[in-house]
């Protein structure tokens, strides 16, 4: 991989002639590909949207793999509607800008949790269990350094609120994909009481020194069941310094509260993303590593304001060590 060469690379130029060569040498590494991770609505003290979108977005190397590099000359466009429930709204009405928030950087050992919503209505959203899958496509690409823990929710392990702590943490991917197969689909969602379980597992955790502790949260519903309500679970993740990456299935107005799930990724410093469909949702964890492993912001401010339930779609260009990348985006107010 790409990025673990670089890094006795620059130790060696550090020795040779310091910032100027590393610079030279961050430069020279020049991605394959990019991707858009997911991205956060920021909100106001109401819930109502500001119009600041950040963009998560990774630059890939020739194997697929996150690289760290500068992002220069960002430019957004609003190509299509803006679509408000009962309206639609003429695109050319609203304006955007972008501007370079954050620089991708590598995260060499994550320590993460992969925290699974296994409620009976995964049957009808994700019958053939596609979720197990892209858990362990996510597995399949961790490093001997890193250490997952998989977790589901409803579950009743004792000691927990309201989940079933499948694999505690490890790097041993055989054990860590057996565990995705025990992913069930009955019961409810206590969404935000397994949300304060995966903290407390975080807690009494004595390994991962050094590392970026998160949590993937996946769901495809909304809060049904359990004690804890959003604003604890918010301000409990808030304090934790773990960072929340929130994943949704099925329609941001109809299955899940996409407005929660962002200001959790927003708040703890993750990136939220959904897909309507389970034959989406490989694709959309290998994005969800990326943003873990490497990835910079690019903040989008529109105006006017979008209400909130609108969707907005567009384009993002930037380059990547001088490499120029195109991508769409569409995001949900």
């Known amino acids: 991989m790409k990025r673990f060469f670089a890094l006795p690379l620059l130790a060696c130029l550090t020795l040779l002639g310091g910032c100027e060569q590393i610079q030279d040498a961050i430069d020279y590494i020049r991605p394959s590909d990019a991707t858009l991770n997911g991205y956060t609505v920021e909100r106001d003290a109401s819930g109502n949207p500001t119009g600041r979108v950040d963009l998560n977005v990774s630059a890939l190397d020739a194997g697929g793999e996150p690289i760290a590099g500068e992002i220069t000359n960002p430019v957004v466009t609003v190509n299509d509607p803006i679509v408000v429930p009962g309206t639609v709204s003429a695109a050319q009405r609203y304006s955007a800008k972008a501007t370079v928030a954050f620089n991708i950087e590598i995260q060499e050992i994550i320590n993460g949790i992969l925290d699974i919503d296994q409620s009976g ?58 565990a995705a197969e025990r992913v069930g689909q ?37 809060r049904d069941g359990g004690t804890v309500d959003f604003s604890e679970a918010l301000s409990t993740a808030d304090a934790s310094g773990v960072k929340f990456f929130t994943v949704g299935l099925g329609s941001a107005e109809e299955d899940f509260d996409a407005a929660e799930l962002q200001e959790l990724a927003e708040t703890t410093g993750g990136t939220f993303a959904n897909v309507e469909d389970a034959d989406g949702l490989e694709e959309l964890f290998n994005r969800v590593f990326n943003a873990i492993r490497a990835s910079g912001v690019i903040t989008v401010n529109i105006s006017p304001i979008p209400p909130a339930g609108s969707l907005v779609t567009g384009r993002i260009s930037f380059d990547v060590n001088g490499e120029t990348f195109d991508l769409p985006y569409a995001v949900q107010f």
């Open 186 to 222: 009955a019961g409810g969602t206590p969404i935000w009481d397994s949300v304060l379980d995966t903290l407390d597992v975080h807690d009494r955790d004595e390994g991962g020194e050094g590392s970026s502790r998160v949590v993937v949260l996946f769901t495809d519903g909304q």
């Open 121 to 178: 209505s995964m049957q009808r959203t994700d019958p053939a269990r596609q979720r197990v899958d892209a858990a362990q496509s996510f597995i399949g690409r961790i490093t001997d350094q890193d250490r997952l823990a998989v977790m589901t929710f409803r579950g009743a392990d004792p000691g927990f609120r309201a989940s079933a702590l499948l694999q505690d943490f490890t790097g041993d991917q055989a054990a860590l994909n057996a």
